[in-house]
């Protein structure tokens, strides 16, 4: 497997679009996948409607970059933000992109930095538009909290996950049928980059994966001696 933190990572918030309080919560997420080199926020910080970042900022590390609304709009923000996800492209300094926002404006740009080879992590909320969200190679919906009184009313308007699983675990498996759920996981987000373990209310796919009729999991030793298991998951013959 790749060394993940040797992967760099350009973390980029539109703070127009996301809320202050997810933005540690979003660093933990974006560590699973590399190393944030970097880290910036954008948006008219002279505004008080962004006052609520300015603590987080400090506390994480995120550098605040100003871009002054010339317009109603926040086409500004965007396009600053644009620009310097293609500098940081173009310059070969990282390995990919973590995109905050939910705003359809940076579908392109998602699309773009894919074509280029690197990957692209998406985090918004549920609001965000299908399109922004198919561009990106996974994304993590910021507003999803996994409650059992949420299970039923978030479950209920998401697509049936027995194919999706079913599928992933065939695409990953061995001859004996048995799949790394790691594996699992990648090939899932590869079809489906909207899915979140939470809309279905499990906060993650190893807790998912366990209460399923049509699966069976094994824990294994990893073999390095390290602590910890690795989980393996197969579907049961019937």
């Known amino acids: 497997m790749p060394d993940l933190k040797s992967h760099r990572l350009a973390v980029l918030i539109d703070a127009d679009n996301a809320q202050p309080m997810v933005a540690k919560e979003i660093l933990s997420k974006a560590g699973r996948y590399g190393t944030a080199t970097v880290r910036r926020a954008y948006g008219d910080w002279t505004t008080p409607n962004l006052n609520g970042w300015k603590g987080h900022l400090h506390q994480l590390a995120i550098l605040p970059v100003q871009q002054f609304r010339f317009t109603s709009g926040k086409n500004s923000t965007d396009s600053a933000m644009i620009i310097d996800a293609m500098d940081l492209l173009h310059g070969g300094t990282v390995d990919g992109f973590c995109l905050v926002s939910s705003d359809s404006d940076f ?111 094994r824990k294994d030793p990893k073999n390095d001696g390290s602590r910890g298991d690795l989980l393996y998951v197969r579907a049961k013959v019937i």
């Open 107 to 217: 579908t392109r740009l998602a699309t773009r930095i894919r074509e280029a080879g690197l990957s692209v992590y998406g985090f918004g909320e549920k609001k965000t538009p299908t399109s922004f969200v198919a561009a990106c190679n996974s994304f993590v919906f910021t507003d999803l909290k996994a409650t059992s009184n949420q299970l039923s009313s978030v479950a209920s308007d998401q697509p049936p996950l027995k194919p999706i699983l079913i599928q992933a675990v065939a695409d990953a498996a061995g001859d004996d049928g048995w799949a790394l759920l790691g594996i699992v996981g990648s090939r899932v987000k590869q079809s489906h980059p909207e899915f979140d373990p939470r809309k279905y209310g499990k906060p993650k796919l190893s807790e998912l994966v366990k209460c399923q009729s049509f699966l069976e999991v």
